[in-house]
């Protein structure tokens, strides 16, 4: 896991924080939060390096978990699934609905190379 500087300005005071944070090569993505030294404002970030150069990419998303927020819809469809196929198991043999496996991000590098980054999603379980 390349270990990659990151410059971030406080977007509540202004200070200039500069960190080293362990970035996860794609497809992995990392969730990190990024907390100012000054203001002590919390920023979520998802971070995942590119697979070629290990040049990282990041992903400010101030102060909504939103990885957080997709795993928690995808929970919710998915116990609403379950709901209906135990509504219907005495009418119906087989219940498929497909579920999306993960939520993916297209990105491009500054090398040139294009690559998937995905964060898997909870499942119909059996
Ligand atoms: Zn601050
Ligand atoms: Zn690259």
């Given at each position: ?24 090569l ?18 979520h ?16 998303l ?65």
């Open positions: 896991m390349p270990k990659l500087p990151l410059r971030y300005y406080c977007y509540v005071c202004g200070h200039t924080n500069d960190l080293k944070l362990n970035v996860p794609a497809p992995k993505i990392e969730r990190d939060e990024i907390k100012c030294a000054n203001c002590g404002d919390v920023t970030l998802l971070l995942t390096a590119c697979p070629k150069c290990e040049g990282a990419f990041r992903y400010y101030s102060d909504l978990d939103f990885p957080q927020e997709i795993v928690s819809l995808a929970e919710a469809y998915v116990k609403l699934l379950t709901g209906v196929r135990d509504s219907l198991k005495d009418h119906i043999k087989e219940f498929n609905v497909p579920v999306p496996k993960k939520w993916s991000v297209n990105l491009k590098c500054e090398c040139g190379e294009e690559y998937t980054a995905e964060i898997p999603l909870p499942q119909l379980s059996g």
